[in-house]
């Protein structure tokens, strides 16, 4: 089973293309990250003013004065000055958060756009091989990721380091080298085995990632076959598989948490080891009477708001190194290529009679076994042709190559005299109206369904196209009409009802050249009788290729592919078929003595 990927060679390099592609998605709101930037460096200011003002209010209250009225306003002054700068903290910290959450639900905007538009233009191949369930996590998981990496990188990383520049330059002015050492050496410890054990752990990281990719693939999957499961009463098979995932996560997931543990156990310790140094030497200072009481409760208060956000800072590091996983996940969808592209100088098909020529084409989709061998076909412009064949021979196969969901291996189609390859696939796909062997409809309403070949139709026109699809009475039958949700991929309608909500969006769509893969087949002789009348109708003036079991339904065609094994094995018109006594007439006979 195909799975998302996963770059497995990074594991021990963090990979920061990812910030790089992310990058010009910042720079879109210049002044407002100007102004957060602004914020964040008085947040700063302020917090590493703070423990003056506490060693200020210490000192002050530690001098022994007698209290009287004069005495006392100076250290209530500064507990109030106190709280003023610890609410302007938080203050500034918001306003910053706010003004910045704007450019990242900008740029996840933008991000997941693009996504979205180049997941619909890559090829049909892509979209057969994927997996809704996984494909669906890794977005999700790659646009939080780029929410993380923005905040946390702006707003986390850079501000620390900054913060741990100020604080040590501090101590070291005012309490001499060993404080500024202490606090230095520790940190870059702190530093270092954060990241060492970081790195060790991504492989746990990435496989619990796999795991829930690969759970959610499995639990959607059987979702979406809810019916079959019922089918087959398989539901306990079904939990078993789904289990064996989960399990497989819960394992990933233990690993995950031992490592934490690790992670977290040894970052403790170096806090711990560090704090206790700093503060046995300020208190062997205080005792020795080099410092104040004050300057001990400053440099607590310093360690704490210093260590504070580096504890923070293992868990940015981890996060931020999952989050860059993710976003190259995420761009690496963006980064493939769809197998069918417009040539660079296409041009707009140029539509008039509407003639299409199958040139001696040959197709595969797997090199080893060959599909469409050397066709050669002529649909003149207004006729209607027929293509019969045994199941399998490529007939549907033919209709994909028409609409470009494959390139041609040789040969080529051309309709009116330019090669489709030639031209836009926008262009090509626009005068080509297809009522597929498999109707697949939107979970919404019949009237939106129907409105989906042509959304700029207006209401009359709608329920024209209804009409003519015999969709009428069915409606009517409807205890909410058109607006009757149909289900998720039109689950709720019959087979044939289905069908004539896919004819009725193509009259609506009203293109030049049409094609019915099977339109009529789940239809009972009597609904195919009058749908028929209604596609000859519509089909008048216009190109139409039809696919048909029933043979009895494409009698009149002007011309009738008889195809085998990717290969014409006889052509003609109805009458000059049944002369030739081959395989048309035998099928033909069959049917008939079948009624
Ligand atoms: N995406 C695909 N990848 C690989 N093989 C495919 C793919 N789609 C179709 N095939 C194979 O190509 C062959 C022709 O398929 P096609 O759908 O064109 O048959 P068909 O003539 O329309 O048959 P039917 O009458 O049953 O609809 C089949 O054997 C099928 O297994
Ligand atoms: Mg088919």
């Known amino acids: 089973m195909r799975r998302s990927s996963y770059p497995d060679n990074e594991v021990t390099t963090m990979n920061w293309q990812a910030f790089k592609l992310i990058l010009p998605y910042l720079f879109e709101f210049k002044k407002r990250i100007a102004f957060a930037l602004a914020c964040l460096i008085l947040t700063k200011v302020s917090s590493v003013y703070l423990p003056f003002i506490l060693k200020d209010i210490v000192d002050t209250l530690d001098a022994k004065v007698p209290a009287n009225m004069q005495t006392l306003v100076v250290p209530f002054g500064l507990v109030a000055a106190y709280g003023l700068v610890r609410l302007s903290i938080v203050i500034f910290a918001e306003v910053?958060?706010?003004?910045?959450?704007?450019?990242?639900?900008?740029?996840?905007?933008?991000?997941?756009?693009?996504?979205?538009?180049h997941l619909h233009q890559l090829d049909l191949d892509f979209h057969l091989n994927r997996q809704t369930g996984g494909l669906s996590r890794d977005i999700d998981?790659?646009?939080?990721?780029?929410?993380?990496?923005?905040?946390?990188?702006?707003?986390?990383?850079?501000?620390?380091?900054?913060?741990?520049?100020?604080?040590?330059?501090?101590?070291?002015?005012?309490?001499?080298?060993?404080?500024?050492?202490?606090?230095?050496?520790?940190?870059?410890?702190?530093?270092?085995?954060?990241?060492?054990?970081?790195?060790?752990?991504t492989?746990?990281?990435?496989?619990?990632?796999?795991?829930?990719?690969?759970?959610?693939?499995?639990?959607?999957?059987?979702?979406?076959?809810?019916?079959?499961v019922k089918y087959f009463t398989n539901e306990d098979y079904e939990a078993q598989a789904y289990d064996k995932q989960l399990a497989n996560w819960e394992q990933a997931k233990i690993k995950n948490r031992l490592s934490l543990f690790a992670l977290n156990?040894?970052?403790?310790?170096?806090?711990?080891?560090?704090?206790?140094?700093?503060?046995?030497?300020?208190?062997?200072?205080?005792?020795?009477?080099?410092?104040?009481?004050?300057?001990?409760?400053?440099?607590?208060?310093?360690?704490?708001?210093?260590?504070?956000?580096?504890?923070?800072?293992?868990?940015?590091?981890?996060?931020?190194?999952g989050s860059l996983a993710n976003i190259e996940n995420l761009f690496g969808l963006l980064d493939?290529?769809?197998?069918?592209?417009?040539?660079?100088?296409?041009?707009?098909?140029?539509?008039?009679?509407?003639?299409?020529?199958?040139?001696?084409?040959?197709?595969?989709?797997?090199?080893?076994?060959?599909?469409?061998?050397?066709?050669?076909?002529?649909?003149?412009?207004?006729?209607?042709?027929?293509?019969?064949?045994?199941?399998?021979?490529?007939?549907?196969?033919?209709?994909?190559?028409?609409f470009r969901f494959y390139n041609v291996n040789s040969g080529s189609i051309t309709i009116d005299e330019q090669d489709i390859s030639q031209v836009t696939q926008n262009s090509l796909r626009q005068h080509i109206g297809i009522v597929p062997q498999d109707t697949v409809l939107f979970n919404d309403t019949l009237f939106a369904n129907v409105n989906y070949g042509n959304p700029d139709a207006n209401f009359d026109q709608v329920m024209q196209a209804i009409n003519m699809a015999h969709l009428t009475?069915?409606?009517?039958?409807?205890?909410?009409?058109?607006?009757?949700?149909?289900?998720?991929?039109?689950?709720?309608?019959?087979?044939?009802?289905?069908?004539?909500?896919?004819?009725?969006?193509?009259?609506?769509?009203?293109?030049?050249?049409?094609?019915?893969?099977?339109?009529?087949?789940?239809?009972?002789?009597h609904s195919e009788q009058a749908i028929l009348t209604a596609i000859n109708e519509v089909a008048q003036n216009r190109t139409s290729l039809v696919i048909a079991h029933r043979l009895s339904t494409i009698i009149d065609s002007d011309n009738i592919i008889v195809m085998s094994d990717g290969e014409i094995v006889e052509q003609g018109n109805h009458q000059q078929l049944l002369a030739m006594q081959g395989n048309y007439s035998k099928m033909w006979q069959l049917q008939q003595s079948a009624k």
């Not at 910045?100 to 538009?117: D, M, P, Q, Y």
């Not at 069908?499 to 009725?504: D, G, N």
């Open 96 to 117: 910053r958060d706010t003004l910045f959450g704007r450019v990242t639900e900008r740029a996840i905007r933008r991000i997941g756009l693009k996504v979205f538009r």
């Open 141 to 201: 998981r790659g646009t939080s990721g780029i929410s993380f990496l923005m905040r946390f990188m702006v707003f986390n990383i850079v501000p620390t380091l900054l913060e741990i520049v100020m604080v040590v330059t501090i101590l070291f002015v005012n309490y001499g080298l060993w404080f500024a050492l202490i606090t230095l050496g520790s940190i870059c410890t702190y530093i270092a085995y954060s990241v060492y054990a970081t790195e060790l752990r």
């Open 203 to 228: 492989r746990f990281v990435r496989e619990a990632n796999k795991a829930d990719s690969s759970s959610n693939t499995r639990a959607i999957d059987s979702l979406l076959n809810y019916e079959t």
């Open 265 to 321: 156990g040894g970052q403790a310790f170096i806090i711990a080891m560090a704090m206790t140094a700093m503060l046995a030497l300020a208190a062997l200072n205080v005792s020795e009477g080099k410092m104040t009481l004050g300057d001990f409760v400053l440099i607590n208060a310093f360690m704490m708001q210093l260590f504070m956000p580096l504890n923070f800072l293992g868990f940015v590091y981890r996060e931020i190194k």
């Open 336 to 402: 493939k290529t769809p197998k069918v592209e417009d040539a660079l100088d296409a041009s707009e098909l140029n539509i008039g009679q509407a003639s299409i020529v199958f040139n001696n084409i040959a197709f595969a989709y797997h090199q080893k076994r060959p599909i469409i061998k050397n066709i050669s076909f002529k649909v003149n412009g207004g006729e209607k042709v027929a293509v019969v064949g045994e199941s399998g021979s490529g007939k549907s196969t033919l209709v994909k190559l028409l």
């Open 473 to 525: 009475k069915f409606v009517a039958s409807l205890p909410e009409g058109v607006d009757t949700i149909v289900g998720e991929r039109g689950l709720k309608l019959s087979g044939g009802e289905k069908q004539r909500v896919a004819i009725a969006r193509t009259i609506l769509k009203n293109p030049q050249i049409l094609v019915f893969d099977e339109a009529t087949s789940s239809l009972d002789s």
